[in-house]
C-alpha cells in the first residue's frame, strides 16, 4: 500500500527558487513544483549551475525530474538578500571548457597519486568499486 503523493503545500512554496545538490556534484536551480514522501522532485525553469573557481555559468535544463535518492541537499533561495560573493557569469561555453580542463587537471593529479603509491607498493581501490564494501 502506497501513501497519496504529496505536492508543495505553502502558497509561496512553489514561488521562491529552491537550489537542489545532487549526489554527482551537480546544482540545480528552479522553481519546485512538486516533492512526494520520497522526496522525488519536480522543476520548472530549472538551470544547471557550474562552479569552476571564481566563474559560474547557468544551462538551461526546463523541467527537471529528480529521484529522491539523489537529493543530497535541498534549499531556498532568498531573493531579497544581497549577493555578496565575486563569482562572474560566464557564458555555457567557457564555464564548460573551465570545467573540462579543470576535470582534466584532476585526472592528471589522481593519476600522479596512483603512480606514486604504486612506486611505494601500494594501492587504492577504484572508486566505481568502493560501493562493494
Known sequence: RTAAPLSCSSKHSTKEKHLVLLRDGRTLIG??????????????????????????????????????????LLGEIDMDKPCDTVLQQV??????????????????????KVTALKDRGLSIPKADNLDEY
Open 91 to 112: 557564458s555555457i561555453e567557457e564555464i564548460l571548457e573551465e570545467q573540462r580542463l579543470q576535470q582534466q587537471a584532476k585526472q592528471e593529479t589522481e593519476k600522479a
Open 31 to 72: 522553481f519546485l513544483r512538486s516533492i512526494d514522501q520520497f522526496a522525488n522532485l519536480v522543476f520548472h525553469q530549472t538551470v544547471e549551475r557550474i562552479h569552476v573557481g571564481k566563474k559560474f555559468g547557468d544551462i538551461p535544463r526546463g523541467i527537471f525530474i529528480v529521484r529522491g535518492e539523489n537529493v543530497v
